[in-house]
């Protein structure tokens, strides 16, 4: 089935079987091999990319249900700017084997944006006020992603840090 | 996977048309893709039903109508939700992760499938996967596996928090039928225990498509939902609970309790909620509760923590929902 997907801010038109799964469109027909499979079933968010501006697993996607979407992968995280979000893991040691951090980077930015529309999450306290980006909200809102290097820590100081400057608010601890 | 044709529905008419057996519908596919790559479900046609512009959370007199495409993320987020059915925003919240969120939709999620095992594995035997292929789980290993409504045939649970909320909520389903005939279910009973026939999970018909979800004007102002599982985040439930109750001078006027964890569907049993009604809440009622509930319940080696488990989540809901 002939599609066109707009990746990165590029048109790309593909001949799918209706089987390749966005992730195997990105990687295999595409050569786009920064979004990464790690289990293939939605448990460990390595497959993060953006549709349309929201973060989804690509594993779990069909790719012919994307026809015409708008999708970024962490190649196109530079020209998005969030080259400043890729430093801050760097700085704050936020990978060790780096196979999540593509994943880790999609998400993060996607969840940036969520709290920016003002969605509440499991921990918020209240579902009435706009939440506050503590690192009790990270965790909650960043619990698709698995790195098994348990770089945890140093994953949520980045996202605290670039977020936090984003947001104008505070990422004092509240777990 | 296996092979299967692919159509994109321009509309309901087109979508039911297109429907033969053998089809499934998509929409967010998170389950539904897991389960073809796994082969557990194997369509001969996959019928794309995300366009269909059934994604709008409306007004409804005092209630509100959700379109069945509306993300989990989207109707949890929605002002309205938030402030009149907390208790849906919060079962939503503590379901999946924020991807799967944005992508499963309302009607998908009435709909996804139990995460028992032995279900999703190929080399043994299931009835709901294979009717009368015999059920792996009786003397398997069990752990997320239900304790009431069960059969001889299936102790499958259903993993729903969604659901568990709309149950307390008195949402009704709305689908239409292969003809094209517009129907409205209650949630009770819109799923079905297992019976002789685990595989057949719901009311609807073959080919039926859900359309929207009517949510009523809330029953009571006093909304928790609670769930207990075995890591903080990301997991489905053990055991959760959905209480939507009002009180009117230290009596409670309505309860409506609704669990998740426990059932074959998302359980809401009558009577617990008869039993609360128009008493003075009490640690000794809230016990009277859980005996109640759990009267039925059919433990075994390793589902039988679920009912003390139970009955201290009770407890605490409903002494924090009484206060």
Same mark, same amino acid.
Request: charged share 20%.
């Given at each position: 089935?002939?599609?066109?997907?707009?990746?990165?801010?590029?048109?790309?038109?593909?001949?799918?079987?209706?089987?390749?799964?966005?992730?195997?469109?990105?990687?295999?027909?595409?050569?786009?091999?920064?979004?990464?499979?790690?289990?293939?079933?939605?448990?460990?968010?390595? +497959?993060? &990319?953006?549709?349309?501006?929201?973060?989804?697993?690509?594993?779990?996607?069909?790719?012919?249900?994307?026809?015409?979407?708008?999708?970024?992968?962490?190649?196109?995280?530079?020209?998005?700017?969030?080259?400043?979000?890729?430093?801050?893991?760097?700085?704050?040691?936020? #990978?060790?084997? !780096?196979? +999540?951090?593509?994943?880790?980077?999609?998400?993060? =930015?996607?969840?940036?944006?969520?709290?920016?529309?003002?969605?509440?999450?499991?921990?918020?306290?209240?579902?009435?006020?706009?939440?506050?980006?503590?690192?009790?909200?990270?965790?909650?809102?960043?619990?698709?992603?698995?790195?098994?290097?348990?770089?945890?820590?140093?994953?949520?100081?980045?996202?605290?840090? #670039?977020?936090?400057?984003?947001?104008?608010?505070?990422?004092?601890?509240?777990? | 996977?296996?092979?299967?044709?692919?159509?994109?529905?321009?509309?309901?008419?087109?979508?039911?048309?297109?429907?033969?057996?053998?089809?499934?519908?998509?929409? !967010?596919?998170?389950?539904?893709?897991?389960?073809?790559?796994? /082969?557990?479900?194997?369509?001969?046609?996959?019928?794309?039903?995300?366009?269909? !512009?059934?994604?709008?959370?409306?007004?409804?007199?005092?209630?509100?109508?959700?379109?069945?495409?509306?993300?989990?993320?989207?109707?949890?987020?929605?002002?309205?939700?938030?402030?009149?059915?907390?208790?849906?925003?919060?079962?939503?919240?503590?379901?999946?992760?924020?991807?799967?969120?944005?992508?499963?939709?309302?009607?998908?999620?009435?709909?996804?499938?139990?995460? +028992?095992?032995?279900?999703?594995?190929?080399?043994?035997?299931?009835?709901?996967?294979?009717?009368?292929?015999?059920?792996?789980?009786?003397?398997?290993?069990?752990?997320?596996?239900?304790?009431?409504?069960?059969?001889?045939?299936?102790?499958?649970?259903?993993?729903?928090?969604?659901?568990?909320?709309?149950?307390?909520?008195?949402?009704?389903?709305?689908?239409?039928?292969?003809?094209?005939?517009?129907?409205?279910?209650?949630?009770?009973?819109?799923?079905?225990?297992?019976?002789?026939?685990?595989?057949?999970?719901?009311?609807?018909?073959?080919?039926?498509?859900?359309?929207?979800?009517?949510?009523?004007?809330?029953?009571?102002?006093?909304?928790?939902?609670?769930? &207990?599982?075995?890591?903080?985040?990301?997991? #489905?439930?053990?055991?959760?609970?959905?209480?939507?109750?009002?009180?009117?001078?230290?009596?409670?006027?309505?309860?409506?309790?609704?669990?998740?964890?426990?059932?074959?569907?998302?359980?809401?049993?009558?009577?617990?909620?008869?039993?609360?009604?128009?008493?003075?809440?009490?640690? &000794? =009622? #809230?016990?009277?509760?859980?005996?109640?509930?759990?009267?039925?319940? /059919?433990?075994?080696?390793?589902?039988?923590?679920?009912?003390?488990?139970?009955?201290? =989540?009770?407890?605490?809901?409903?002494?924090?929902?009484? /206060?």
């Amino acid at each position: 089935m002939l599609i066109t997907l707009d990746i990165n801010r590029a048109r790309h038109s593909l001949d799918l079987d209706p089987r390749v799964t966005l992730l195997d469109a990105l990687r295999h027909h595409l050569g786009l091999t920064g979004t990464k499979k790690g289990c293939d079933h939605g448990q460990c968010g390595a +497959c993060t &990319v953006l549709v349309n501006g929201r973060r989804i697993n690509a594993c779990l996607a069909l790719a012919v249900m994307h026809d015409g979407d708008q999708i970024i992968t962490v190649e196109g995280l530079e020209e998005t700017g969030a080259s400043a979000l890729q430093k801050a893991f760097i700085a704050h040691d936020g #990978f060790q084997c !780096g196979y +999540c951090t593509p994943g880790q980077l999609c998400s993060a =930015l996607g969840m940036l944006e969520e709290v920016r529309q003002g969605w509440p999450s499991h921990v918020s306290p209240s579902l009435e006020p706009h939440p506050v980006l503590t690192r009790a909200e990270i965790a909650e809102r960043m619990s698709g992603n698995l790195c098994r290097c348990a770089c945890y820590p140093g994953i949520n100081a980045a996202i605290s840090e #670039f977020g936090g400057a984003a947001e104008g608010t505070t990422s004092e601890d509240a777990a | 996977m296996k092979p299967f044709d692919y159509y994109r529905a321009a509309d309901l008419t087109e979508a039911a048309a297109t429907h033969q057996p053998g089809s499934v519908f998509i929409a !967010g596919g998170t389950n539904l893709v897991d389960l073809m790559k796994l /082969q557990v479900m194997t369509p001969d046609r996959v019928i794309d039903i995300a366009r269909l !512009g059934l994604d709008r959370i409306e007004d409804d007199g005092d209630g509100l109508r959700i379109g069945a495409l509306v993300s989990n993320s989207d109707l949890a987020a929605d002002p309205r939700v938030r402030k009149r059915w907390p208790v849906l925003s919060r079962a939503l919240l503590a379901g999946a992760s924020g991807q799967l969120r944005n992508k499963a939709t309302t009607g998908g999620n009435l709909l996804q499938r139990t995460r +028992c095992p032995y279900f999703q594995d190929l080399a043994t035997p299931c009835n709901k996967r294979t009717p009368g292929s015999g059920c792996a789980a009786m003397g398997g290993e069990l752990r997320n596996h239900a304790v009431l409504g069960t059969s001889a045939h299936c102790l499958a649970l259903n993993p729903g928090d969604m659901a568990v909320a709309l149950r307390a909520l008195d949402a009704v389903v709305e689908f239409r039928d292969a003809q094209g005939i517009a129907h409205a279910h209650p949630i009770a009973g819109f799923h079905l225990p297992p019976g002789t026939t685990p595989d057949v999970e719901t009311v609807l018909p073959p080919g039926a498509l859900i359309t929207s979800v009517a949510l009523p004007a809330p029953k009571g102002d006093r909304q928790i939902y609670r769930k &207990v599982r075995d890591r903080a985040s990301y997991a #489905f439930a053990l055991v959760s609970v959905a209480a939507v109750l009002r009180l009117e001078r230290g009596r409670i006027v309505h309860a409506a309790l609704a669990f998740g964890g426990l059932g074959t569907v998302p359980w809401r049993d009558p009577a617990v909620d008869a039993l609360l009604t128009g008493e003075a809440p009490s640690m &000794v =009622l #809230f016990d009277k509760a859980a005996d109640l509930l759990l009267h039925p319940a /059919q433990p075994r080696e390793g589902t039988a923590f679920k009912l003390p488990l139970t009955r201290r =989540l009770l407890r605490a809901v409903l002494e924090e929902a009484t /206060q």
